[in-house]
């Protein structure tokens, strides 16, 4: 039996299938890591959107009974600009629901009917440490 009829692989055919496959590996992980920061972004942005409706609620609940200038006195106050763990108290959240430096603000335009009101929930993301925010803005009048 000759040398060249022996059947099997190279060792520079190995190490060139072993660099193919660590480069393709590499671009899969890199894939799913981008990944894992699009959805803890967009899991981030889902609670901000829950935490300044709830606020947003909180106000059309008090129009109900109040009348546009003590609403006004009240976000001047500070009354209106909830915490997060409050909210996630009253909203009764089973899973952890406060985002990282989380603060939520309450303003609105002087002098204007009906009242232009703006909810803003900022926070910063824990993976890539940027600065979000989210606004809800919304106009409230009195019958």
Same mark, same amino acid.
């Given at each position: 039996?000759?040398? !060249?009829?022996?059947?099997?692989?190279?060792? $520079?055919?190995?190490?060139?299938?072993?660099?193919?496959?660590? *480069?393709? !590996?590499?671009?899969?992980?890199?894939? *799913?890591?981008?990944?894992?920061?699009?959805?803890?972004?967009?899991?981030?942005?889902?609670?901000? /959107?829950?935490?300044?409706?709830? $606020?947003?609620?909180?106000?059309?609940?008090?129009? #109900?009974?109040? &009348?546009?200038?003590?609403?006004?006195?009240?976000?001047?106050?500070?009354?209106?600009?909830?915490?997060?763990? @409050?909210?996630?108290?009253?909203?009764?959240?089973?899973?952890?629901?406060?985002?990282?430096?989380?603060?939520?603000? @309450?303003?609105?335009? @002087?002098?204007?009917?009906?009242? &232009?009101?703006?909810? @803003? $929930?900022?926070?910063? &993301? #824990?993976?890539?440490?940027?600065? #979000?925010?989210?606004?809800?803005? /919304?106009?409230?009048?009195? #019958?």
């Amino acid at each position: 039996m000759s040398l !060249m009829n022996k059947k099997g692989f190279t060792l $520079v055919e190995l190490l060139i299938a072993a660099v193919i496959f660590a *480069f393709a !590996m590499s671009g899969i992980l890199l894939m *799913f890591i981008n990944c894992s920061f699009l959805d803890q972004a967009n899991r981030n942005k889902s609670i901000a /959107t829950i935490h300044a409706e709830f $606020v947003m609620e909180d106000i059309m609940e008090y129009m #109900r009974s109040g &009348d546009l200038v003590p609403l006004q006195n009240e976000i001047d106050s500070g009354v209106w600009n909830w915490d997060s763990v @409050t909210i996630c108290n009253k909203l009764g959240c089973t899973s952890p629901c406060v985002l990282n430096s989380e603060s939520i603000t @309450t303003t609105y335009v @002087t002098a204007t009917n009906p009242l &232009d009101i703006t909810v @803003t $929930v900022s926070w910063k &993301d #824990r993976a890539q440490a940027n600065s #979000r925010s989210l606004k809800l803005e /919304t106009l409230i009048s009195k #019958r």
